[in-house]
T-cell receptor, first 108, second 114 residues
Framework: QKEVEQNSGPLSVPEGAIASLNCTYS??????FFWYRQYSGKSPELIMS????GDKEDGRFTAQLNKASQYVSLLIRDSQPSDSATYLC????????FGAGTRLTVKP | ETGVTQTPRHLVMGMTNKKSLKCEQH?????MYWYKQSAKKPLELMFV???????ENNSVPSRFSPECPNSSHLFLHLHTLQPEDSALYLC?????????????FGEGSRLTVL
């Protein structure tokens, strides 16, 4: 069974801190990696994609990929209360598989 | 009209009812998907349609029946559902024909089966 694992949380960080969200995957041939944000009662929204090893930065968000360790992470700098949501990791090989999500709470 | 729209947003049905969920995408994408989202579980792919193929998840019960009349519209027909089918049903689309492109989701249809 090809799995995508995330810590369900909740992860709580103070406003202005760095939030670190982690994801591991089991399928070594995985090629593309995505982070989706899902606010309560809303649908998932793509916020980051990463395809090669290393870091990819977009504003306050940084995605990190390490294929050797089968690990992808999302860092949120200067966390804001509006970042409070569930973050879904998605990994693709033959198809796209999602983790169950990590719930993040940013406290003012 | 923008993005991916789903109707109805909320649906309550008895186990003997027949209903349908509708999805429409205005993005010019080539693939459309149905996902099931249950509490604290990963998104579960139910069905995917691209220009060339329909891929069906073998674990989806036959009481769920998809229909894709064209590349912009997708339906999920529901019949004789069970209470455990209560969930958020998400429609998504992607530009690529392959099933691994970046997904754009609709707002979802919250289904409650009594």
């Amino acid at each position: 069974q090809k799995e995508v694992e995330q810590n369900s949380g909740p992860l709580s960080v103070p406003e202005g801190a760095i939030a670190s969200l982690n994801c591991t995957y089991s399928d070594r041939v995985s090629q593309s990696f995505f982070w989706y944000r899902q606010y309560s009662g809303k649908s998932p929204e793509l916020i980051m994609s990463i395809y090669s090893n290393g870091d990819k930065e977009d504003g306050r968000f940084t995605a990190q990929l390490n294929k050797a360790s089968q690990y992808v992470s999302l860092l949120i700098r200067d966390s804001q209360p509006s970042d409070s949501a569930t973050y879904l990791c998605a990994v693709t090989a033959d198809d796209m598989r999602f983790g169950a999500g990590t719930r993040l709470t940013v406290k003012p | 009209e923008t993005g991916v729209t789903q109707t109805p947003r909320h649906l309550v049905m008895g186990m003997t009812n027949k209903k349908s969920l509708k999805c429409e995408q205005h993005l010019g994408h080539n693939a459309m998907y149905w996902y099931k989202q249950s509490a604290k579980k990963p998104l579960e792919l139910m069905f995917v349609y691209s220009l060339e193929e329909r891929v069906e998840n073998n674990s989806v019960p036959s009481r769920f029946s998809p229909e894709c009349p064209n590349s912009s519209h997708l339906f999920l027909h529901l019949h004789t559902l069970q209470p455990e089918d209560s969930a958020l049903y998400l429609c998504a689309s992607s530009l690529g024909k392959r099933r691994t492109g970046e997904l754009f989701f609709g707002e979802g249809s919250r289904l409650t089966v009594l």
